[in-house]
């Protein structure tokens, strides 16, 4: 049984709807920050301690923003050389599903509770998830 190999669209812009949701709460976070005085604008103009850190829950969605552009630049590769190589198969669509289900867990994790052992399970999931995926790809290639 085979997929549609564009059927990797939707997964990979799940992803990048994820990305935007965590931009908002960032946004948000730090605008929030800045209205209650935990922190000055003058923090954020050149991202230097001015003498107070910036709020954790600021500072949880920002770092977390900047790991949606980490490894999961590896999961927009492998799913653009799997249409590519028209090698979008069942099996590759359901991996993709499967690293995005394990990236909104691990977010929902870090921007909420951040209990570091469940943080860490979906960010290894997500890894697993990912090589899979590379591993099905490299095999429908190499197999022709």
Not at 33 to 54: F, K, M, N
Not at 82 to 90: C, E, N, P
Not at 102 to 115: E, K, V
Request: charged letters at 15%; glycine letters at 6%.
């Amino acid at each position: 049984m085979t997929a549609d190999r564009f059927t990797l669209v939707y997964p990979m812009f799940a992803m990048v709807l994820l990305t935007a949701t965590v931009l908002v709460t960032m946004f948000r976070r730090r605008v929030r920050a800045v209205r209650e005085r935990l922190i000055t604008t003058a923090y954020y103009r050149i991202y230097q301690d001015q003498g107070v850190p910036e709020p954790e829950s600021a500072a949880k969605a920002a770092r977390h923003f900047s790991n949606l552009f980490e490894a999961p630049t590896l999961f927009y590769v492998a799913c653009l050389a799997a249409m590519i190589a028209q090698r979008g198969g069942v099996l590759l669509v359901i991996l993709a599903w499967g690293y995005v289900a394990a990236r909104i867990a691990h977010a929902a994790i870090h921007l909420g509770p951040n209990t570091l052992r469940w943080r860490i399970r979906a960010y290894f999931i997500s890894w697993l998830v990912l090589m899979a995926m590379w591993i099905d790809l490299v095999v429908g290639v190499a197999g022709g």
